[in-house]
T-cell receptor, first 115, second 113 residues
């Protein structure tokens, strides 16, 4: 596609339920990032995929959070047993691995509300 | 590895006043530096970037930033703030020998009429 696509754009879920957030990066971009942006807060790094290398999971806030990237393209962020503090906008970005003088491209985000 | 620090999570300026948003970076190799802007309820978009060459770079909407190696800074400025500049601004760094982009936590700019 022309840009990074995230779905759904909005998700309301009940506390304790699991959710899956999807990210479709720009074709050919092998680097993919997930960030979280809570109300009034900055960007919080969650996880980074780089080609076929093991992902950098250092930003995942708890073991309820996991992410995978299938076939080096689409990525899914899963939050198990959601809590109200998980409510935030989840942003995905992709970039050309190795071309660090080019920008990272962001999706519009998924707004997650846990009630 | 690289890192970014944005001083001031919230900045308020009067309409027509100078905008100055601060960004300091840490990098053991020549950095690439970026400023992104996020307008309310929108995604992040690139405002400007420094890679090599001229240290003063110009971006969209009248913004510019200057790479100062001696100060490890890449502050964002605009001579005259406009109401439409109200947004969240993020500084980011990368490098050829790094393996990802590192973002600051952001600065929220409020423009007072």
């Amino acid at each position: 596609g022309a840009g990074v696509s995230q779905s759904p754009s909005n998700k309301v879920t009940e506390k304790g339920k699991d959710v899956e957030l999807r990210c479709d990066p720009i074709s050919g971009h092998t680097a993919l990032y997930w960030y979280r942006q809570s109300l009034g807060q900055g960007l919080e790094f969650l996880i980074y995929f780089q080609g076929n290398s093991a992902p950098d999971k250092s930003g995942l806030p708890s073991d309820r959070f996991s992410a995978e990237r299938t076939g080096g393209s689409v990525s899914t962020l899963t939050i198990q047993r959601t809590q109200q503090e998980d409510s935030a906008v989840y942003l995905c970005a992709s970039s050309l691995e190795g071309a660090w003088d080019t920008e990272a491209f962001f999706g519009q985000g998924t707004r997650l509300t846990v009630v | 590895a690289q890192s970014v620090t944005q001083l001031g999570s919230h900045v308020s300026v009067s309409e027509g006043a100078l905008v100055l948003l601060r960004c300091n970076y840490s990098s053991s190799v020549p950095p690439y530096l970026f400023w992104y802007v996020q307008y309310p309820n929108q995604g992040l978009q690139l405002l400007l970037k420094y890679t090599t060459g001229a240290t003063l770079v110009k971006g969209i909407n009248g913004f510019e930033a200057e790479f100062k190696k001696s100060e490890t800074s890449f502050h964002l400025t605009k001579p005259s703030a406009h109401m439409s500049d109200a947004a969240e601004y993020f500084c980011a760094v990368s490098a050829d020998t790094g393996n990802q982009f590192y973002f600051g936590t952001g600065t929220s700019l409020t423009v007072i009429p």
